[in-house]
């Protein structure tokens, strides 16, 4: 199945640094959702794009969509053991209401 | 407000058979969009449907087909069962529009035998 390409594809931190993560495409899309899953739950909803360029915060999450739209990227800084799960970027398609996922990046943070 | 709702959280099947999962939308929601989640992988699209009707298709076989009703549920039926239909089905509703966000429920896990 089509997914976009994610990475890191796993991540294990110290509690207090900042993390980085990124989904990358050769389709345009018009809209980025970044979600977190923990075992056995659906995707949380984290941040919502939808402007090439837009920047947008939710406490210490930062995140961007990319210029050319064919990217996102997501920050989390100052990490704590909670932030541990798997982090999903979503893309929705120019034209189309289908909403392609990321391949996922599985953060573990080390108190 | 009420969340997305699934049912049931997990099921047994074996192979050849045919299951039913279930979904309620968020209020104020109506379109809702089912995924596959294989262990260790991204959600993947099945198809989503808008005002009963389907909106939108992954790459998925026949086999795989949906309803929704005028409440703005959701089935999501999978006939004549494989061993590799075992995943976690997650549904999303979304209130269709420019600014769409697609909100989870906890999915159901089906184990096929």
């Known amino acids: 199945g089509q997914q976009l390409n994610q990475s890191p594809q796993s991540m294990f931190i110290q509690e207090g640094e900042d993390v980085s993560m990124n989904c990358t495409s050769s389709s345009i899309f018009n809209t980025w959702l970044w979600y977190k899953q923990d075992p056995g739950e659906g995707p949380v909803l984290l941040i919502a794009l939808y402007k090439a360029g837009e920047l947008t915060s939710n406490g210490r999450l930062t995140a961007q969509f990319g210029i050319t739209r064919k990217d996102s990227f997501l920050n989390i800084s100052a990490s704590i053991p909670s932030d541990v799960g798997i982090y999903f970027c979503a893309g929705q398609l120019i034209g189309t209401y289908k909403y392609i996922f990321g391949t996922g990046t599985r953060l573990k943070v080390l108190a | 407000e009420t969340g997305v709702t699934q049912s049931p959280t997990h099921l047994i099947k074996t192979r050849g058979q045919q299951v039913t999962l279930r979904c309620s939308s968020q209020?104020?929601?109506?379109?809702v969009s089912w995924y596959q989640q294989a262990l260790g992988q991204g959600p993947q699209f099945i198809f989503q449907y808008y005002r009963e009707e389907e909106n939108g298709r992954g790459n998925f076989p026949p086999r795989f087909s949906g309803l929704q009703f005028p409440n703005y549920s959701s089935e999501l039926n999978v006939n004549a069962l494989e061993l590799d239909d075992s995943a976690l089905y997650l549904c999303a509703s979304s209130q269709q529009g420019a600014d769409e966000k697609l909100f989870f429920g906890s999915g159901t896990q089906l184990s096929v035998l």
């Open positions: 209020s104020g929601h109506n379109t």
